[in-house]
């Protein structure tokens, strides 16, 4: 620690250089942090998986349905704790840009399946006794200024009403929200599936897909294979997997964006590496004869490798703090305004991932220059100087 | 004469210049008694820098030891020598060798950040060094914002705060004008006199020589000392 | 003229010691290389995305819908309104018959060759006229299905993305097994990504009765789309959305085209300032380098603007080279590259290639230009602004 003044007057030797430096690390660790935000989007539902929670659909597509009458069948298969069911509702908030999440469902089942939701008893109650009533997220409620005692139309664009309407009105009884963190955790709306079935147009009697939680103590995978096989030779066979599971085979219908985001961010750091490590060997370069003149006052050759790698650091972490501090304030910003479609979040795994980055990139652009320096011999470079 | 602060015996130094084979120094024994001050003068290319460097360890010889204070220098490694030279001795340059990024007072700071003190301790000590040198109000200057004159003296104050009993110096005044030059190796001259450091200068200057208490001449390879004038 | 020999010569002298800058000059130019190829290929999906959405739409089809529905996937009509379609105004007729196709779009999993996990691909059920309603498109390998047969034809695209459409294969959704017996082609359009079969069939396995989705109609003239809209909305027993297919699918590719250009932009825009940073290095440390020579020019008598010229030149000259390797990279690593994605429209994969077009490499080049020119602005003025006695002093 004593050294970091030392360290720190060299590394502004040059202060345009170092600005410039700087600032080009500050770019790719902002861009690090709005694509792993973009990333988070793509796999959101893999963010909010429960590993003790199982999803039920038809065999042949997530879009075909499945019998109601399924539910308690699959209630009555050992290992399951509860069952809810949910449909795809589809619709939007007076234009068709405000797409958002919205669900017929049943109220106890629903909430003793997602216990990370959180709703005040007395508005959950209302909820429950109006059959037009509806529920919706925090975040939701705040991108379009709801309050409950709102009465909110939503046009349909699959569920038509058996009267050939297509605007459906709920009653808004209550706002919930989650104890899981991150951006899409609260942007969906949830409505009486009672309601829902008998004012619809078709498919009366069926549900999307059904959620359950199985006992802690039961296998999920035994319990998935019990309830699949049940259904076997159906009209209707289903295919259950862990909602994890599930969420990661649906992100990739996307393809592989995970992929491509990596890949720009490869590109990014390479070209930010060779930008650093340029810097600092020119630095060295020009202080030859400064760190000889170090080792002539008795500095060890390994102390004069950690100050010019420690240089290297230092750069790097204030363009990287500086970047991604930048970064998760954007972050912040563009998921208020459009968090209910595109849900953008810095994970905490996200900043860890940015620390080892640095402190890599850190290592590997001071890393020829440290052991340049660290290789001089004294009479040779105050020869040259 | 007091007892020998450093011992060259049978030293001899060879570089290989591409093919060619250069003997700087052929099997030199020479003396240097505690407090002394001695010049080494010389022709260009005749091992004077590379005398010195032996005597700071810098440098190895080819053959012979070099024994300074209780350390024998020659079978010391790198690391050693570096802890070495943090505390025993001081090196003083022709061009300064001031780090430009570091003030006056951080410059003379630097070889005690190898020792175990307090930043507060490091700042008294670097602010007295600075007083003896005569500078201690250029201590908040950078090495570009002071003359070539006071710059050495930065580069004395350095030399000198870790307080190491030898002090070498390469052409100390061969930057500087006359007036200057003098005013450098007056103050030299007070450090070996009245705070007891023995002093080893290389430089062409007869003036310079002077100052010295002897004049140690290297030609060729060989030594041989200067008759008192 | 004096002063452009001047600066002639002075570029000259510049390129001439560039190899002894050799390392910082590689990093100005990979830098730009790498913007350059970043962008082209983010915006090359998006291009590629739109030509596959764009060539299947065709101004004198319409598609009519279920009104509200904006997807096919969603939408529902009943037999009887296909049939108020087909003998509505504006329908092409071929000797009496009217040109129409109704159609049932379903969705079945396939294997993504990629990835090897489900996704979710479109089948479409068609009548016999499906061929005549749409362009440029046709059968390239085996036959056409028979009508009543549990027979398929894919559009190429899809045989190439998802595992087991081979000719002559049998594959199996749910309990029904289906033969392929062709391959079509429709010039590079959206429909490739389909897999086609017998609409009567198609309704029979899903049991969905008389019951189809969507029904396309070709128009007697572009013109015609307006007259048959408005005989189509007055009548109380259909209650369509009717659009041409340019429309209905401009639509559906607005949402993923528009999300690949607001990053895809930004992100080139932040990666350039990137290395404008990377170029202002290199080139400042150039000018440094080359202080002493350059304080000599002047000193013999060469102006402030030849060296300032000069710097921009060199700046320029590596920019542009970043910016051909990038180009050229990215034409050659993404150009054709073949991907799917969930168009969420119709909740079903749209297969497409990556397309670098000429438009696309000359932005990069544009990007690469005026990274250039920045970063050899400031160091230029620095150059000609460097005080000549004290430049030949220092070194």
């Known amino acids: 620690m004593k050294y970091f003044g030392l360290i720190w007057s060299n590394a502004w030797r040059k202060k345009i250089r170092t600005s410039l430096t700087i600032l080009s690390v500050f770019v790719a660790f902002l861009l690090f942090a709005l694509l792993s935000a973009v990333g988070y989007a793509f796999g959101v539902g893999a963010n909010f998986a429960d590993a003790e929670r199982l999803i039920v659909i038809n065999k042949i597509t997530l879009i075909n349905p499945l019998p109601i009458a399924y539910q308690n069948r699959i209630a009555a298969t050992p290992g399951v704790r509860s069952v809810t069911h949910n449909t795809w509702f589809g619709g939007y908030y007076q234009d068709e840009r405000n797409q958002f999440a919205q669900f017929p469902v049943d109220p106890e089942e629903y909430f003793s399946v997602y216990s990370e939701l959180v709703l005040p008893d007395e508005q959950f109650e209302a909820w429950r006794k109006n059959r037009t009533g509806a529920i919706v997220g925090q975040a939701l409620a705040d991108q379009y200024g709801w309050e409950v005692g709102d009465r909110i139309p939503i046009q349909a664009t699959i569920w038509t009403k058996a009267d050939g309407g297509r605007s459906w009105e709920f009653d808004i009884e209550g706002i919930f929200s989650s104890k899981t963190a991150g951006a899409g955790a609260t942007t969906f709306m949830l409505f009486q599936y009672d309601y829902f079935d008998e004012a619809r147009a078709f498919g009366n009697g069926t549900i999307g897909w059904y959620v359950l939680r199985v006992d802690p103590d039961a296998d999920p995978v035994q319990v998935a294979d019990a309830i699949d096989q049940q259904f076997a030779n159906s009209a209707n066979e289903t295919e259950t997997s862990t909602e994890e599971a599930f969420a990661a085979s649906f992100a990739k219908q996307y393809g592989d964006i995970g992929l491509i985001v990596r890949l720009i961010l490869a590109a990014v750091f390479f070209t930010l590496l060779l930008v ?61 305004q459009f968090g209910t479609q595109v849900p953008l979040y810095l994970t905490p795994m996200a900043f860890v991932t940015a620390f080892v980055i640095m402190v890599v990139a850190g290592i590997l652009s001071g890393i020829m220059p440290a052991l340049q320096a660290m290789r001089l011999t004294i009479t040779d470079a105050l020869a040259r100087g | 004469m007091s007892k020998p602060l450093a011992k060259l015996q049978g030293v001899s130094r060879v570089y290989q210049k591409g093919k060619e084979r250069v003997e700087v120094l052929h099997d030199i024994d020479v003396e240097i008694p505690e407090g002394d001050f001695i010049a080494i003068m010389g022709p260009s290319g005749s091992g004077k820098t590379t005398l010195l460097n032996l005597l700071g360890g810098l440098d190895k010889p080819d053959a012979g030891t070099v024994v300074v204070g209780d350390a024998e220098l020659s079978s010391m490694s790198n690391s050693q020598l570096s802890h070495w ?44 060094a600075l007083d003896i040198v005569g500078l201690a109000d250029r201590a908040k200057h950078y090495p570009r914002e002071l003359s070539g004159g006071q710059e050495q003296r930065v580069a004395i104050a350095r030399a000198i705060v870790s307080d190491p009993t030898l ?39 007869a003036q310079a020589a002077e100052y010295a208490n002897r004049t140690l001449l290297v030609d060729k390879g060989k030594l041989g000392f200067k008759a008192a004038a | 003229m004096k002063s452009i020999r001047q600066i002639l010569a002075v570029t000259l002298l510049n390129l001439r010691n560039l190899p002894k800058r050799v390392a910082a000059s590689v990093v100005a130019v990979i830098g730009v290389a790498a913007v350059v190829m970043v962008f082209s290929a983010v915006l090359s999906m998006a291009t590629g995305f739109e030509r596959t959405m764009t060539a299947a739409g065709a101004d004198d089809t319409a598609v009519i819908l279920r009104s509200g529905s904006t997807a096919e996937l969603n939408s529902g009509l009943s037999n009887e309104q296909a049939l108020i379609v087909a003998n509505a105004p504006g329908v092409l007729k071929d000797g009496d018959q009217p040109v129409i196709s109704a159609e049932l779009y379903v969705i079945v999993d396939l294997e993504k060759k990629a990835t090897g996990t489900e996704a979710n ?14 362009n440029n498109i046709g059968i390239v390998e085996g036959r056409m299905f028979e009508p009543g047969k549990n027979e398929i034809i894919v559009g190429r695209a899809a045989q190439q993305e998802f595992r087991g459409l081979e ?4 594959i199996r959704f749910g309990k029904n097994e289906w033969s392929v017996v062709g391959v079509f082609e429709a010039g590079g359009g959206v429909s490739e990504s389909e897999l086609w079969t017998d609409v009567r069939v198609l309704q029979g396995a899903y049991r969905r009765g008389n019951s189809f989705q969507s029904v396309r109609v070709r128009l007697e003239s572009v013109d015609s789309i307006g007259a048959l809209r408005e005989a189509l909305e007055a009548d109380p027993r259909i209650d369509p959305d009717v659009s ?51 304080a000599t020019l002047r000193a013999l008598g060469f102006g402030p603007l030849p060296v300032m010229v000069s710097t921009i030149i060199e700046s320029t000259l590596l920019a542009l080279i970043g910016g051909l390797i990038g180009s050229v990279a990215a034409f050659l690593i993404f150009n054709g590259f073949q991907v799917s994605t969930l168009n969420f429209a119709n909740f079903s994969q749209v297969v497409f290639d990556f397309a670098v077009t000429p438009d696309l490499i000359r932005q990069g080049l544009v990007a690469a230009l005026v990274i250039g020119v920045v970063g050899g602005l400031f160091p230029a003025i620095r150059a000609a602004r460097m005080p000549v006695a004290l430049a030949l002093r220092e070194l």
């Not at chain 1, 760190?291 to 650091?313: H, Y």
């Not at chain 2, 630097?110 to 602010?127: N, V």
């Open chain 3, 121 to 134: 691909v479109p089948f479409r059920g068609v009548q016999e006229s499906a061929f005549a309603v749409r």
């Open chain 2, 167 to 205: 002090l070498l110096c390469d052409e100390p005044t061969g930057d500087l004008d006359r007036e200057t030059a003098d005013e450098i190796l007056k103050l030299l001259q007070i450090l070996n006199k009245e705070h007891g450091k023995t002093i080893v200068m290389v430089t062409h200057d």
């Open chain 3, 167 to 170: 000719l002559d294969s049998v």
């Open chain 1, 276 to 336: 650093a490590g340029n810097t600092m060997s020119q630095s060295v370069r020009e202080r030859i004869s400064e760190l000889a003149v170090l080792k002539t006052l008795g500095f060890t050759d390994m102390s004069v490798l950690w100050t010019v790698l420690a240089e290297a650091l230092l750069i790097l972490a204030i363009g990287a703090i500086l970047g991604l501090g930048v970064g998760w304030l954007a972050v912040e910003g563009l998921n208020s």
């Open chain 2, 85 to 128: 030279r943090a505390t025993h001795v001081g090196f003083i340059f022709q061009f300064y060798n001031l780090l430009p990024v570091l003030t006056a007072q951080k410059n003379v700071e630097l070889p005690l950040l190898l020792t175990r003190f307090s930043s507060k301790e490091r700042a008294e000590r670097a602010a007295i």
């Open chain 3, 244 to 294: 041409t297919e340019r429309e209905y699918y401009s639509e559906q590719s607005e949402a993923l085209s528009t999300f690949i250009k607001v990053i895809g932009y930004p992100l080139t825009i932040l990666m350039s300032i990137g290395a404008i940073f990377g170029a202002l290095n290199t080139m400042y440390s150039s000018v440094s380098v080359r202080g002493k020579e350059i």
